[in-house]
T-cell receptor, first 114, second 115 residues
Framework: AQSVTQPDIHITVSEGASLELRCNYS??????LFWYVQSPGQGLQLLLK??????LVQGIKGFEAEFKRSQSSFNLRKPSVHWSDAAEYFC????????????FGAGTQVVVTP | DAGITQSPRHKVTETGTPVTLRCHQT?????MYWYRQDPGHGLRLIHY???????DKGEVSDGYSVSRSKTEDFLLTLESATSSQTSVYFC??????????????FGPGTRLTVT
C-alpha cells in the first residue's frame, strides 16, 4: 500500500544542537516530496519541496532535506535549532497523476530545550 | 500569505446536527482541498475540487459532502455530525496540479467539537 512514514512521533533537542527528522515513502514511482511545519494553533507552512534534480534541497528557516531514492527517504535537517523551531513537522507526498492530492505522514513533534 | 480564510474558526455542535464549514480564497486558484487533522494521523484528505462544480472524494470522505459553486468558495458539510468528526479541519488551495505548482497553501483551520 502507498504510504508515508515518519518513524519518530516526538523528538527533544537542545537549542543549538542539530536536528534530523526522518521521512520514508512507499510508492511505485518517485513522488513529489514536501516538508511542512505547523506551529501551535496555526496552519501549515511549506518548508521545502523536491521535484527532481539536485537531491539536496534548501528551504526556509535554515532547513534542508536530502532525497535518497535507494532508501525511499526524504529526511529534513537543520544544523542548529532555535527555540522557535519547536513545532510539528509533516512530510507529504503527491503523485503526478493525482490531481495534486497530498498524502501526509503522521507528523513529528519537536521540543526544543534550553 | 495566501488569502485563505475559514469560517467559523471554532464550533461546538451536538450529535446529529448538520454543520457547514466554509473555505474562502482570494487567490483564484483552481484546486481546493479539505483535510482533517487528528493526533497520530497527520492530515487526511476528505474531499477536493479541481474546478467549479468538480469535486471528488479523498481517503476519509464518509459522512462528508462538499460543494463548490464559485471558484473562491469550497464548502464542507457534515450532514449529521458524529463525535468521531470532532477534529481540526483545514482547507488548502493549489494553483494547478502540474509540476512546480503542486504547492498547497493552508488556511488557519476550524476546530470542530461534536458533543
Amino acid at each position: 500500500a502507498q504510504s508515508v512514514t515518519q518513524p519518530d512521533i516526538h523528538i527533544t533537542v537542545s537549542e543549538g544542537a542539530s536536528l534530523e527528522l526522518r521521512c520514508n515513502y512507499s510508492y511505485g514511482a518517485t513522488p513529489y516530496l514536501f516538508w511542512y511545519v505547523q506551529s501551535p494553533g496555526q496552519g501549515l507552512q511549506l518548508l521545502l519541496k523536491y521535484f527532481s534534480g539536485d537531491t539536496l534541497v534548501q528551504g526556509i528557516k535554515g532547513f534542508e532535506a536530502e532525497f535518497k531514492r535507494s532508501q525511499s527517504s526524504f529526511n529534513l535537517r537543520k544544523p542548529s535549532v532555535h527555540w522557535s523551531d519547536a513545532a510539528e513537522y509533516f512530510c507529504a507526498v503527491v503523485l503526478t497523476d493525482s490531481w495534486g492530492k497530498f498524502q501526509f505522514g503522521a507528523g513529528t513533534q519537536v521540543v526544543v530545550t534550553p | 500569505d495566501a488569502g485563505i480564510t475559514q469560517s467559523p474558526r471554532h464550533k461546538v455542535t451536538e450529535t446529529g446536527t448538520p454543520v457547514t464549514l466554509r473555505c474562502h480564497q482570494t487567490e483564484n486558484h483552481r484546486y481546493m482541498y479539505w483535510y482533517r487533522q487528528d493526533p497520530g494521523h497527520g492530515l487526511r484528505l476528505i474531499h477536493y475540487s479541481y474546478g467549479v462544480k468538480d469535486t471528488d472524494k479523498g481517503e476519509v470522505s464518509d459522512g462528508y459532502s462538499v460543494s463548490r459553486s464559485k471558484t473562491e468558495d469550497f464548502l464542507l458539510t457534515l450532514e449529521s455530525a458524529t463525535s468521531s468528526q470532532t477534529s481540526v479541519y483545514f482547507c488548502a488551495i493549489s494553483e494547478a496540479a502540474v509540476k512546480d505548482t503542486y504547492e498547497q497553501y493552508f488556511g488557519p483551520g476550524t476546530r470542530l467539537t461534536v458533543t
